[in-house]
């Protein structure tokens, strides 16, 4: 059964119907008081895909978050992804013991595979980044890591998650490309840069990303790049830039392209 509700449309009216006009990621544990859910958080280090639970018996509900990952941002979106199944109304996909309800692990938070999961995600990111209050954030500024930064800290979020809701938000054309050492693990785009959706499996070399990561240094700000070197066809009139930061003792790196 598909979602009930919009989840957008739900989290905007689960926000005005409780007056929070502050950064919501502030009042996750009282809404679940208010909704008598109650909430547990644990390392789990035995676990370390899981990022929650949330779990039905009977009438009563409850959330467990896996706190092993210490990561604010990632915990409150994990928060808001769980009460997500709860305000949706999504019948449970998970049985065991007894119990019922949904297990969400890292990777349904990044790449939901199941409407539900996707739907969950999309309420989180709108709660926690509710559109009018974090567009006033983004509103005149370029997407680059000063502004994820801030905006990030600012709301309570993951740096990777607030670069999602930016990409959503924004009205010009940008490309993120997330890697593991080498190797392409995710591809987003901003609606104006669709079309222009790079298909690639390796950080292309030749281009500042590939020097970045070969020498595990972070670029100080934009630099121009062919846009043939990353698949995209732009007027030749048209200059491509990217930006590349990482986490290199994990490999992690992130590209922002743009023009």
Same mark, same amino acid.
């Given at each position: 059964?598909?979602?009930?509700?919009?989840?957008?449309?739900?989290?905007?009216?689960?926000?005005?119907?409780?007056?929070? =006009?502050?950064?919501?990621?502030?009042?996750?544990?009282?809404?679940?008081?208010?909704?008598?859910?109650?909430?547990?958080?644990?390392?789990?280090?035995?676990?370390?895909?899981?990022?929650?639970?949330?779990?039905?018996?009977?009438?009563?509900?409850?959330?467990?978050?896996?706190?092993?990952?210490?990561?604010?941002?990632?915990?409150?979106?994990?928060?808001?992804?769980?009460?997500?199944?709860?305000?949706?109304?999504?019948?449970?996909?998970?049985?065991?013991?007894?119990?019922?309800?949904?297990?969400?692990?890292?990777?349904?938070?990044? &790449?939901?595979?199941?409407?539900?999961?996707?739907?969950?995600?999309?309420?989180?990111?709108?709660?926690?980044?509710?559109?009018?209050?974090?567009?006033?954030?983004?509103?005149?500024?370029?997407?680059?890591?000063?502004?994820?930064?801030?905006?990030?800290?600012?709301?309570? =979020?993951?740096?990777?998650?607030?670069?999602?809701?930016?990409?959503?938000?924004?009205?010009?054309?940008?490309?993120? =490309?997330?890697?593991?050492?080498?190797?392409?693990?995710?591809?987003?785009?901003?609606?104006?840069?669709?079309?222009?959706?790079?298909?690639?499996?390796?950080?292309?070399?030749?281009?500042?990303?590939?020097?970045?990561?070969?020498? &595990?240094?972070?670029?100080?700000?934009?630099?121009?790049?062919?846009?043939?070197?990353?698949?995209?066809?732009?007027?030749?009139?048209?200059?491509?830039?990217?930006?590349?930061?990482?986490?290199? =003792?994990?490999?992690?790196?992130?590209?922002?392209?743009?023009?």
């Amino acid at each position: 059964m598909s979602a009930p509700y919009e989840p957008a449309a739900k989290a905007k009216q689960v926000l005005e119907s409780l007056g929070i =006009v502050d950064p919501p990621a502030t009042h996750l544990d009282e809404i679940a008081k208010m909704q008598n859910i109650r909430v547990g958080k644990q390392d789990l280090p035995d676990d370390p895909s899981l990022s929650g639970l949330l779990l039905f018996r009977g009438d009563k509900r409850a959330i467990l978050i896996n706190t092993y990952i210490q990561n604010a941002g990632r915990i409150n979106f994990t928060f808001a992804h769980e009460l997500g199944h709860y305000f949706l109304q999504h019948t449970p996909t998970y049985y065991w013991d007894g119990k019922q309800g949904f297990r969400c692990t890292q990777d349904d938070m990044q &790449n939901g595979q199941t409407s539900k999961e996707i739907d969950a995600n999309r309420f989180a990111a709108a709660f926690l980044m509710p559109e009018e209050q974090f567009y006033l954030g983004m509103v005149g500024s370029i997407l680059d890591y000063t502004l994820i930064a801030n905006l990030a800290r600012q709301f309570r =979020v993951s740096k990777h998650a607030c670069c999602n809701r930016l990409l959503e938000l924004t009205k010009g054309p940008y490309i993120v =490309v997330r890697s593991h050492n080498f190797t392409i693990t995710e591809i987003k785009t901003s609606s104006a840069a669709r079309s222009k959706f790079p298909s690639l499996k390796k950080v292309p070399e030749g281009t500042a990303a590939f020097e970045a990561v070969a020498s &595990n240094r972070n670029q100080d700000s934009f630099s121009i790049c062919s846009p043939l070197k990353w698949g995209i066809d732009l007027p030749q009139s048209v200059p491509l830039y990217e930006w590349t930061r990482g986490e290199w =003792v994990s490999g992690v790196a992130m590209t922002i392209l743009k023009w």
